[in-house]
């Protein structure tokens, strides 16, 4: 198999948490979970502006829904009317997930970089594994390529090496692993 | 046979009273993104991509047998101009037979990998090995940059472009032929290459390299932009009814299935008409299992002419991405690139062995799927029998023909007057 069937499946997520955290490199550095490790964001974040409660991205159903477990608390920062921000809760509420293309809209067959911002209980999540795929479930195949994740601190991950290269519905999964907690983060995405 | 029929039938079709635009405002959407093709993305990894001067060079090369272990093999074997840049033949046959269909070469710098599996990721790295692959050129890196240095007229468009060529006739340095076999050691030419000091050696790839470098320059202008299609598609835009009618009322109904109940545009999609990448199309096969991508992306990795090499013009820039990211798992046999479909109706047959004589059988594959070998984990699940009737097959031909561009500018079709550019006085 290519990908991991975009399956909900508890079964899945254990197996997806054992897959992740056998791949985790370690980083000796990195704080507890829950732990705040930067007092100051590295990346200057735009300015808060009043906006309408954050867009929770169900991939299965395809619209906006509640989330599943907890109420997210989104980044202040990342909101849709803010920089193209999609904000989530992963499948098990764990994390916070809000992700951007840097380049604004997620572009058709043309590599793109994404940011993207993990959160747990407001805090920002360093040192987790983050992994980034795209899946269309209509054709049974995720991208030909295996993005490249690096942490730039504050809770934020740049992603370079995306390529969705077809048309039609993707999903794009955010698997993020901390301290043996994994949890996957889904949107849709119609291309 | 066919095609005057569907002409004719075109004409009647076309009466005075119907519509001259059949697409609907979604489909005419549609078109507007598969033309104009712009101009061939810039390749900051080949410093020459774009001079003139190479291109002349490159051209020279591309029509020359002498590069060659018979002397009667030149690029152009496998890619005349004559059959859209291929062969006509089934299975490619150099200096002796490949396993895989000669691909044609229209607009081969638009591509993002290159040959059938994608195992390069440059054009002129591409122009590269069928050089010393034993059964296309199947001579030496050696014996080429010996060649060139031996031709007043190549040494000096070289070195007009590239600057001095190393000190060849230094016998005792540069041996009449050689080039790295470490599959077989003890082979004459793997002997006499280790044989060499490690500078003469680089040289002698660094010479190599920018003759890739001049083919390739000369490879960006092989383009084929505006073809009726294109015309029609300006038209659209324009209104002009002279341009709406460049295609015939069949190749607008081939369109509609094209992006419609096809499908076809999952793959073959944008203005080239692909979308560089790679799938399984469960195209009957000849004996045994061909790898396709899955070994390709393993080859590509490993090449030492790769975009991570020093080689490269740009510092490794391009291949720090590219070639970070293509993973061997993604793949599994029998994925292959997806052809441009531009001037297609001029290169059959068809597929990677070129198991598909015409066009009509290629659709005809596709609406029935009949001999399709059995999917695999990695085929592509939208892939099923279209089920067309004769009229609808028609149509997808007539659509593929609209993509014909008649005319190829005859500095195309053969070797320039010398290598070099002409001088005064000359």
Not at chain 2, 120 to 130: T, V
Request: proline share 11%; aromatic share 6%.
């Amino acid at each position: 198999m290519h990908f991991r069937s975009p399956s909900r499946t508890p079964a899945t997520v254990v197996v997806v948490s054992l897959l992740l955290v056998s791949c985790r490199s370690e980083d000796p550095v990195a704080p507890a979970a829950g732990a705040r490790a930067h007092p100051v964001d590295p990346i200057p974040a735009p300015a808060p502006e009043p906006a309408p409660p954050p867009t929770v991205v169900d991939a299965t159903a395809g619209t906006p829904t509640p989330a599943a477990v907890e109420p997210p608390t989104p980044p202040a920062e990342a909101t849709p009317e803010h920089g193209g921000w999609t904000v989530g809760a992963s499948d098990d509420g764990r994390f916070e997930v809000a992700w951007r293309a840097t380049g604004g809209a997620v572009p058709r067959n043309e590599p793109f970089e994404m940011e993207v911002l993990v959160r747990r209980g407001g805090d920002p999540v360093e040192g987790a594994t983050v992994k980034v795929r795209g899946w269309m479930p209509d054709h049974g195949h995720g991208m030909v390529r295996e993005p490249l994740v690096r942490e730039v601190g504050g809770g934020r991950y740049h992603v370079e090496g995306m390529l969705l290269h077809m048309r039609g519905e993707w999903d794009l999964l955010i698997d993020v692993t901390k301290d043996g907690v994994a949890d996957t983060a889904r949107s849709a995405l119609e291309l | 046979m066919a095609r005057p029929l569907l002409l004719l039938a075109a004409l009647a079709i076309a009466a005075p009273d119907e519509p001259t635009v059949l697409l609907t405002d979604d489909e005419i959407e549609l078109a507007r993104e598969f033309s104009p093709l712009e101009s061939p993305p810039p390749d900051p990894t080949n410093r020459v991509a774009d001079d003139p001067a190479a291109a002349r060079l490159g051209r020279a090369f591309f029509f020359d047998p002498r590069f060659s272990r018979s002397g009667t093999i030149s690029c152009a074997t496998c890619h005349d101009p004559a059959r859209g840049f291929s062969d006509g033949r089934r299975i490619a046959k150099g200096e002796a037979h490949h396993a895989r269909h000669t691909q044609s070469l229209w607009n081969v710098a638009y591509n993002r990998w290159f040959f059938w599996d994608g195992r390069k990721d440059s054009l002129w790295s591409q122009a590269l090995q069928p050089l010393e692959d034993h059964r296309e050129h199947g001579t030496t890196r050696l014996e080429v940059v010996h060649a060139v240095a031996a031709d007043e007229g190549y040494a000096r468009a070289y070195e007009d472009v590239f600057g001095p060529l190393p000190p060849l006739d230094d016998e005792a340095r540069f041996p009449p032929a050689g080039r790295p076999m470490p599959e077989e050691p003890r082979h004459p030419h793997h002997v006499a290459w280790t044989g060499m000091a490690d500078e003469d050696r680089d040289a002698v790839t660094r010479t190599f390299v920018n003759l890739g470098k001049a083919i390739a320059a000369f490879e960006r202008t092989l383009v084929t932009r505006r073809a009726p299609f294109d015309v029609f598609v300006e038209g659209l835009a324009t209104g002009d009814e002279e341009k709406l009618r460049a295609i015939p009322p069949a190749a607008q109904r081939g369109f509609s299935l094209f992006v419609g109940e096809g499908r076809c545009i999952l793959c073959h999609d944008g203005p080239n008409f692909t979308d560089r990448e790679f799938h399984a199309n469960r195209v009957p096969t000849g004996e045994g299992v061909d790898p396709g991508r899955a070994l390709g992306v393993l080859r590509l990795l490993d090449d030492p002419f790769n975009l991570r090499s020093p080689h490269a013009d740009d510092g490794g820039e391009l291949g720090r991405t590219k070639l970070s990211l293509p993973r061997p798992k993604w793949h599994l046999p029998g994925e292959f690139k997806t052809p441009s479909l531009r001037n297609v109706a001029t290169s059959p047959p068809y597929m990677h062995e070129g198991q598909m004589e015409t066009l009509q059988e290629v659709v005809e594959f596709y609406s029935t799927l009949e001999g399709a070998v059995p999917p695999g984990p990695h085929t592509e699940k939208l892939l099923r029998p279209l089920g067309l009737d004769a009229r609808g097959k028609a149509d997808l031909v007539a659509f593929l023909e609209s993509l014909t561009e008649e005319t190829i500018p005859d500095a195309l079709r053969g070797p320039p007057p010398t290598p070099d550019l002409p001088r005064d006085g000359r």
